[in-house]
């Protein structure tokens, strides 16, 4: 309940039919009145309730007709639990290696609801950062990878995932998955000239070595490479 919302109607059995009667909190052992408020003889919610944190409040009130009688009485209110939609939803790991196969693990999905502890369903859904969806696969609580990823070829990736509880209730949450760079091997080796003019003498120029590598800002260095088989 929201704070001021109507609780209870207050009433007193009194002999004398036509007396009236004024209502306060009396102070008493372990009391919660200052959770609530008193309009007239209305007791409504001064707090916003959970469940899960407290399920029963006590209040003590003072019923006065006026005429010098005076009684007070001990109320427990009791909190109904209700559903508890999920608030947040994460991810263990936010990132990936390039260059790994298909079917990689990243990370595991866990959500929170007061409601619940585990047992969610996991799926993805469209929306703000959904662009890139179809590159994930997603198993259980467990995010998986759906294609093999190149570091210099895109950096992240977003995906937009929902958590459904066992109500039927369900939140949902962009992530973006961070590609992280692994050394790739040379692709290519290249001499600039491959012939020698007669009568050269030792140590003349031949040509210059090159190497392609998509690790642009990588360095070669050159050795013999003998094959002894």
């Known amino acids: ?7 209870a109607y207050i009433s007193t059995s009194d002999e004398d039919a036509n007396g009236k009667h004024t209502y306060s909190f009396s102070d008493g052992m372990n009391n919660n009145n200052a959770q609530f408020l008193l309009i007239n003889n209305q007791l409504r919610a001064g ?23 005076v009684v007070t009485k001990q109320f427990v209110i009791n909190v109904e639990d209700s559903t508890d939609v999920p608030t947040d939803m994460n991810l263990s790991q936010l990132t990936v290696s390039e260059n790994l ?5 990243i990370g595991v999905l ?3 609801d007061e409601d619940q502890l585990n047992g969610f369903s996991y799926s993805f859904t469209g929306g703000q950062g959904s662009t890139n969806n179809n590159q994930f696969t997603v198993s259980n609580d467990s ?3 759906k294609s093999i990823f190149n ?6 990736y977003s995906i937009r995932l929902k958590s459904t509880d066992n109500t039927l209730v369900s939140f949902e ?13 040379p692709l290519l080796l290249s001499l600039g000239n491959t012939t020698l003019e007669e009568n050269s003498t ?16 990588d360095q070669h260095t050159y050795t013999p490479y003998r094959d002894w088989e």
């Open 202 to 217: 030792k140590g003349s120029l031949i040509g210059n070595f090159s190497t392609t590598d998509v690790d642009a800002n």
């Open 151 to 156: 570091f210099e070829q895109a950096k992240s």
């Open 1 to 7: 309940r929201q704070i001021g919302a109507l609780i």
């Open 143 to 145: 995010l998986f990878t």
């Open 101 to 105: 196969p298909v079917g990689t693990f």
């Open 173 to 185: 949450r962009s992530f973006t998955i961070a590609v992280e760079d692994a050394n790739d091997a």
């Open 47 to 69: 707090a916003s309730f959970n469940f899960e944190t407290k399920n029963f409040y006590i209040i003590y009130l003072n019923s006065n007709d006026g005429k010098g009688g």
């Open 110 to 112: 866990n959500t929170v």
